[in-house]
């Protein structure tokens, strides 16, 4: 499994990015998708996640602001980062994750950084 990670950058406080997710290689088709972040200094934290039904999860701090969405057909996974603070600066990191044979298969992309100026 490779996750490929894109749309990270450097926007002012209260701008937008999306950040893009394709997964390739075998897995299964029931699994969730996500986006965890990462700041200096803290743990990393989930930011969003939808499973292939739709159903979406949303970190307590983003709550409101931004949006997962995914296309299943074409393994992918967007997540609309609106109204972005200086607080959201991190690292973000791609996440599959599914049930097989009994056990959790967990797959991270390669980070990709956002950066929110005051």
């Known amino acids: 499994v490779q996750l490929q990670a894109s749309g990270g950058g450097l926007v002012q406080a209260g701008g937008s990015l999306t950040l893009s997710c394709t997964a390739s290689?075998?897995?299964?088709?029931?699994?969730?998708l996500g986006w965890y972040r990462q700041a200096p200094g803290k743990q990393r934290e989930l930011v969003a996640a939808?499973?292939?039904?739709?159903?979406?999860d949303y970190g307590d701090s983003v709550k409101g602001r931004f949006t997962i969405s995914r296309d299943n057909a074409k393994n992918t996974m967007e997540l609309q980062m609106n109204s972005l603070k200086p607080e959201d600066t991190a690292v973000h990191y791609c996440?599959?994750?599914?049930?097989?044979?009994?056990?959790?298969?967990?797959?991270w992309g390669q980070g990709t950084q956002v950066t929110v100026s005051s």
């Open positions: 996440n599959l994750l599914y049930i097989s044979g009994g056990s959790a298969k967990n797959f």
């Open positions: 290689g075998s897995f299964v088709s029931i699994n969730a």
């Open positions: 939808i499973t292939d039904s739709g159903v979406t």
